[in-house]
C-alpha cells in the first residue's frame, strides 16, 4: 500500500531532508501522520524514531507498508518490553520506565553512537506526552530536546495533532520550530 498522493510538496520534503540540522513541526492527524515519514526516501542519514503510540516493530511494518525507506533507521520503543524475542525490531532500545528525562538521554545517547555527520529524530505523536507529564515538563523537554539535537547536529521532526495541543506548546513550536507545515484538509 503506497501513498499515491502527494500531500506534501515534495520540494519542502527535500529541503527538510537535506537540512543538517533545525526544528521542523508537521502538524498532522491520524489519517495523514505517515506522510511527513516521507523524507525517509529523501536521506540515507541515520535516523532515530521515538513512536509514542505505537510499538517500534508496529510502526515499522507501517512504515515498510507505506513504501518508505528504512535503511538506518532505529527507534525507541516505550510500550513494548524487552524480551530478546526474535519478532522484536533489531534497531529497537526499550525504555521501561516513561520519564520525560530518561527519555531524553537516551535520546541523546542514540543519537551520539549514530557518529558524526547529518541525522534526523522523528517524535510522533508528540501530544500524548502532554497528558502524563503535563504541559510545562513537555516544553521543557520539547525545548531541552531541540537545543541539544541541534548541537549535534540533527533535524528534529515533531508530528502531533494541532487539535490536541495546548496554545503554549503551539506558540512555542510556532516560535521554535524553522518550519510548521499544516497538513491540507
Known amino acids: 500500500m503506497h501513498l499515491t498522493r502527494k500531500i506534501i510538496p515534495e520540494k519542502i520534503l527535500s529541503e527538510i531532508a537535506h537540512t543538517p540540522k533545525g526544528l521542523f513541526m508537521f ?57 530478546g524475542s526474535g519478532l522484536e525490531h533489531k534497531n529497537t532500545t526499550h525504555i521501561q520506565n516513561i520519564s520525560l528525562k530518561e527519555l531524553a ?20 505523536d508528540a501530544h500524548t506526552l502532554i497528558p502524563h507529564h503535563g504541559v510545562i515538563k513537555t516544553l521543557r523537554f520539547m525545548d531541552y530536546i531541540s537545543r541539544s539535537m541541534a548541537s549535534n547536529f540533527t533535524k528534529t521532526i515533531i508530528l502531533a495533532n494541532n487539535k490536541k495541543l495546548p496554545k503554549e506548546i503551539s506558540k512555542f513550536l510556532f516560535t521554535r520550530c524553522d518550519e510548521v507545515i499544516e497538513m491540507p484538509e
Request: glycine share 6%; charged share 25%; hydrophobic share 30%.
Open 105 to 124: 538521554g537516551e535520546i541523546e545517547r542514540k543519537i551520539k553512537d549514530f557518529g558524526p555527520g547529518p541525522k534526523t529524530l522523528f517524535i510522533d
Open 27 to 83: 502538524k498532522t492527524d491520524s489519517r495523514k501522520q505517515f506522510h511527513p515519514y516521507e523524507i525517509l526516501n529523501y536521506t540515507n542519514n541515520h535516523t532515530l524514531i521515538v513512536p509514542l503510540k505505537r510499538t517500534a516493530t508496529g510502526t515499522h511494518k507501517l512504515l515498510d507498508q507505506h513504501g518508505y525507506n528504512l535503511t538506518n533507521t532505529h527507534f525507541i520503543d516505550m510500550l513494548s518490553k524487552h524480551i
